[in-house]
């Protein structure tokens, strides 16, 4: 297994019909492969074509082929020479279709003609055929070659009749020996089976033949396992099929005649045996009735006992004729050659047998009003089908090769015609270790050259994802995920396949894709492969990664999707300090009005120093660096942000902001049209300025920013569609209407905003479907005393964020305390303090100036306090409650009935009897179990009002926990 970084581009033809596809916006490629596959015919890729041309237009033809354990194909057949006749032909090819040599056999000038080839372990070439002679008439011939075309020995075997001596087949054990069968004239017997066994060096070590009482005649040849020997063919005598089986000393073990159901001709064309030494024999057989050929199948055991007769008579009710049979290695049979189908003329006819002798399926291949011939069949390791044979378009044929799967789905089809459009026929095939197809013939290459010796190397590709090997596992959000698989080429020659990858929410919407191409990879090898990095930030929870292969002609499209599921945890845990804020351009720290706004649509943290500065930035949290942005324009009031200052998003690239300094400008800015005035902030029943005290959120469910103006307890709502102020209950407590710097307001994605206001510490909840502030729920506020024991309010730089549930907070006041606020348990707890020595070496802690947000994967906060300091929080294990989940009961709590149904399209009531007047967290989950909705419901008397914001029709189930009791209910929203 190599490693290697896959650069570069690969052959245009791999990939073509599928770019579109992915430019076009389709998110996941195999799916659409998986669609290709089922709706249109696939084909197979031609690695190489190879016409040979003797002497000028004469006829040269392949019989037969084989391969060597090297990948070299061999071809036999013949060739006409001017002067010598017909004259053995062998050709022998490399991998890649170089030609390597070339072997011509003559005797005497007579015509010499070669019917099979075989190839040994050390690449020896066996030839067998027949050869003419003046005085003999024909005798057989047997030759063998060297790897390297050197003929190694010849042997001419001349009947007892001294006439026509003609081979049919040869075969190899696995001891290496050589066996050629055919028919051999005598002048008592006429035509008799003979077979002849020689070693690989040509010594023959015996020669059996057969007489009946008329003429025989062998056709094919098959070894088993233990070094048997069996022939078939025909004997006039009654035309009956005729099977015999020598052992491996050439002694007839048994033989048996066929006479078929209509007692007429029977011919047998083709034999195979399996691993357990049972022997198949094919053929056609007069049928009954219309006295037409039916294909005939039949199955015998090692001592000679017919297991089973299969017949077939297509569906034409005409003739039929197979030409080929293979077994699997479970027994099963195959069958390939041509039959009439109704209202067709000759379509290549397939079956398969289970080992009882029934049809599992039968398949015809037609191309409608064409005649379709099959000649030869192989099988692969997996158990496809591989038929060879021609494809009639009128007066011409061409070469047809098919292949099926195991269960008889057409995998893929080719075929070729010559460049002089005349007689194409496909006669041999053979496949190589590989799985390459590999046919030969003879095809008409024009008047210049007739008919020339054709062989084809189809190639099969299968390219297969195997594994990932990262991200898996828990990985924390410091980690730099990079994508990294495993790939391979399960194909049968040298390719290059395209690899994508992706990574998903466990059962939700894609965060990432990429994609590459891997060259020139060999047959059997495998390769890793590293994508582009998945930018940060990295959401917290559950995702799939996953991996796909693709290449043009794919033969199996079962392997090219592999996946894994892994987990995003914060971490490195606890604060870390991040680049500093830049300097310039005003050279000022960050002091009064600084503040933070997380954009997730860019993945950008927009800053401001406040502090009567302009200086304006983002930051991104992927690549951990500040990029400086065109300094804010002084308003009309001359003033640059300062005390009261605040920023927030839209998550459409649009950034809002307060800017403080005793102003009530509002501002808006776009990458597009820059910073633009917006309608002043109502100056209200105060009458006051915006300088310190004020917060605000944006809430996407009513595209509306809430503000609290600070110093007093207004509380405005800002249109974004109609640019407009609204002016809402002020916040509590009744008759204290101070909101001092350091007060501050979260929103928690569930129909509720949170203001914690300075110096008293006080918490409080405002209902945006109610429109109300809650003042019949107290909430515990942040308590004053902290770990450090003592006791301090919150002040100049307090600020919060909102995270699943929970609210986090820095105290400000010039302290390092952080706490968390859990909402559906009313409680605080201080947390990780944040450091007062960062890289400066300078103690500095929370003060004027500091801002905290949600950044995706941890939390950014400013320590203001006349700093440049940034800092990151990533959230320990414990404290993650985040992913989709299902939508269960929580175990050791009382499960409770809860009842839902719809208010208006943004809120709905919850009875939960037993609920009292306690508050529960609440989860909203899509059928899917993706969580669409986090929340805290406060109950009275057992009921609740939830708004969640806009909710698609449909039908979505409930989550609630509270302290010792849970339960789970539907909720249906109509149209």
Not at 147 to 173: E, F, K, Q, V
Request: charged fraction near 20%; glycine fraction near 12%; hydrophobic fraction near 35%.
């Amino acid at each position: 297994m190599a490693r290697q970084k896959v650069t570069g581009t690969d052959r245009a033809e791999l990939f073509t019909g599928l770019e579109g596809v992915i430019r076009s916006g389709m998110r996941f490629v195999p799916f659409l492969i998986l669609f290709l596959s089922a709706t249109a015919r696939a084909q197979v890729d031609t690695a190489w074509v190879r016409r040979w041309t003797g002497v000028g237009s004469y006829t040269d033809l392949i019989y037969s082929v084989a391969t060597d354990r090297w990948g070299n194909v061999i071809g036999a057949g013949y060739a006409i020479g001017e002067m010598t006749a017909q004259d053995i032909l062998v050709v022998k090819y490399a991998p890649d279709g170089t030609l390597i040599w070339v072997r011509r056999y003559d005797w005497r000038g007579l015509n010499d003609v070669a019917s099979g080839v075989v190839v040994d372990q050390n690449g020896n070439i066996y030839v067998s055929g027949y050869s003419a002679d003046s005085l003999t008439s024909s005798d057989y011939l047997t030759l063998s070659y060297d790897p390297d075309g050197n003929l190694r020995w010849t042997d001419r075997y001349n009947g007892p009749g001294s006439s026509s001596d003609i081979t049919s087949g040869i075969a190899l054990d696995s001891s290496g020996n050589v066996y050629v069968t055919g028919y051999s004239y005598s002048n008592t017997t006429y035509d008799d089976f003979c077979t002849i066994k020689y070693n690989a060096n040509g010594a023959r070590l015996w020669v059996t033949r057969y007489s009946g009482a008329s003429t025989e005649r062998a056709q094919a040849i098959a070894t088993d396992l233990s070094g048997n020997v069996y022939v078939t063919g025909y004997t006039q005598a009654g035309n009956d099929m005729l099977t015999i089986k020598y052992n491996t000393n050439g002694v007839q073990q048994w033989l048996d005649r066929y006479n078929g159901e209509g007692n007429g001709a029977d011919y047998a064309t083709a034999v195979c045996t399996d691993r357990l030494g049972n022997c198949y024999v094919t053929g056609y057989s007069l049928g009954t009735g219309t006295a037409d050929y039916d294909y005939v199948t039949i199955k015998y055991s090692t001592s000679g006992t017919r297991e089973w007769v299969a017949r077939y008579n297509g569906d034409g009710n005409d003739n039929d004729y197979p030409y080929g049979v293979i077994t699997d290695r479970n027994g099963d049979v195959y069958v390939t050659g041509y039959g009439t189908g109704l209202n067709t003329v000759y379509d290549v006819v397939t079956i398969r047998y289970n080992t009882l002798g029934q049809q599992v399926w039968v398949r015809r291949y037609d191309t409608g009003n064409n005649n379709e011939y099959g000649r030869a069949i192989a099988l692969d390791s997996r158990g496809n089908i591989y038929i060879t044979g021609s494809l009639v378009r009128g007066s011409n044929y061409d070469f047809l090769t098919i292949s099926y799967s195991p269960d008889g789905n057409l995998r893929w089809e080719a075929t070729y015609a010559g460049p002089g459009n005349g007689m194409d026929y496909s006669l041999g095939l053979i496949l190589d270790a590989w799985g390459n197809v590999f046919v030969g013939g003879v095809s008409y290459g024009g008047s210049q050259t007739g008919n020339d010796a054709l062989i084809i190397k189809y190639i099969q590709p299968d390219v297969a994802a195997l594994r990932v090997l990262f991200p898996t596992g828990t990985i924390d959000t410091a980690t730099a995920i990079q994508p990294w698989v495993e790939v391979a080429n399960r194909g049968s020659a040298p390719t290059g396949l395209k690899v994508y990858c992706a990574i998903y929410r466990a059962g939700g919407s894609r965060f990432y894709l990429d994609s590459l191409i891997v060259i020139g990879l060999g047959p059997g090898e495998s390769t890793q492969v590293t994508f582009t990095e998945w930018l940060k930030p990295h959401p917290l929870g559950s995702y799939v990664v996953r991996c796909s292969t693709y290449r043009a002609f794919d033969q199996n499209l079962n392997n090219n999707v592999v996946q894994a599921e892994f987990q995003i945890t914060a971490g490195p845990y606890g604060w870390m300090e991040m680049p500093p804020v830049p300097c310039g351009p005003s050279g000022r720290q960050v002091k009064d009005g600084g503040a933070l706004a997380f954009c997730e649509a860019e993945n950008r943290i927009y800053a401001i120093k406040g502090n009567r500065s302009g200086d304006f930035y983002f930051y991104q949290p992927n690549l951990r660096s500040w990029v400086t942005l065109a300094v804010i324009p002084v308003g009309p009031n001359g003033k640059l942000p300062g005390k009261g200052a605040r920023l927030a998003t839209d998550n459409q690239g649009n950034v809002y902001l307060v800017r403080g300094n005793n102003t009530r400008e509002f501002w808006r800015f776009n990458a597009d049209s820059g910073w633009v005035q917006l309608e002043d902030i109502p100056a209200g029943i105060s009458g006051k300025a915006v300088k310190g005290g004020s917060d605000m959120v944006f809430v996407e469910a009513d595209e509306c920013i809430y503000l609290l103006k600070g110093y007093k307890n207004e509380f405005y709502r800002f249109r974004i569609s109609s640019g407009t102020w609204e002016e809402l209950e002020p916040a509590p407590p009744a008759g204290k209407t101070k909101w001092d710097k350091g007060s501050f307001i979260v929103y928690d994605n569930a129909g509720s905003i949170y203001a914690c206001r300075a110096k008293y510490n006080d918490l409080w909840r405002y209902d945006i479907g109610a429109g109300s502030w809650d003042t019949l729920h107290l909430l515990r506020g942040m308590p004053f005393q902290g770990k450090s024991g003592r006791s301090t309010k919150l002040k100049d730089g307090g600020c919060g964020a909102y995270f699943n549930g929970s609210i986090y907070a820095l105290k400000g006041s010039n302290t390092s305390e952080f706490w968390r606020y859990d909402i559906a348990g009313d409680s605080w707890v201080e947390i990780d303090t944040i450091p007062s020595q960062g890289t400066t070496g300078k103690k500095k802690r929370v003060k004027a100036g500091a801002d905290i947000v949600y950044g995706g994967d941890a939390f950014y906060a400013f320590k203001g306090n006349k700093t440049l300091e940034f800092w990151r929080y990533a959230l320990p294990p414990g404290d993650i409650r985040t992913g989709a989940m299902s939508p269960g009961v929580v175990k050791s709590a009382a499960v409770l009935p809860v009842k839902a149904g719809l208010i208006s399209q943004n809120r709905f009531w919850i009875e939960m009897p037993g609920a009292g007047n306690g508050q529960a967290e609440l989860v909203l989950f899509d059928p899917a179990g993706r969580v669409v909705q986090r929340g805290v419901c406060r109950f009275d008397a057992g009921r609740a009002v939830f708004s969640p914001g806009r909710l698609n029709s449909g039908v979505y189930y409930l989550r609630l926990r509270g302290p010792g009791f849970a339960g789970t209910g539907k909720l249906v929203i109509g149209r």
